[in-house]
């Protein structure tokens, strides 16, 4: 198996059927574990968070944690509850369309760091942004032609051909 294969996680089978415009059982069955570990993830904040709250109100004698904090608490969950509906309404729609849509061209790499200085990876193609991991981003060659595989509410690339220089 090839480094692209690799790092993107997908089998010669997947490419077939990626290639057919389908996404393979495997694929759709690794979006329904992201669906449900984002899920996970999103429930477990919120109750970190809720209990945080309430300790915080239940410990202030003069209730001036409830007034300032309320606001706060709700606007923070409310925040976090839009982004996993939208984010979780993605995934399903690519999981039950489990088509694929075809992107052609030259490959940019691009590598950013944030405030945190944690760093994400965006492959461009077309004009077009895809975030990938690390591994994704060292398999690729910028200035390379590829037709990449992307799923195409969340923009994740599922398997990619190098199609040869520029």
Known sequence: MDTLAQALWFSPADLAENQLGRMTTAQQARFQLAFRRQLRLTALAGLALTIFYLVLVLTDETGDALRCLTPFFLGVMGVMGYTTV???????????AAQV??????????????????????????????RTSQAGFLAFQSGEQYTLYIAPHTQVILSAEHRGSS
């Open 86 to 96: 939208r984010a979780s309404e993605r995934l399903q729609q690519d999981i039950l």
């Open 101 to 130: 849509v075809r992107v052609q061209g030259s490959i940019q790499k691009l590598k950013r760091r944030s405030l945190t200085q944690s760093i994400s990876y965006w492959i461009i193609c077309t004009g077009l942004r895809f």
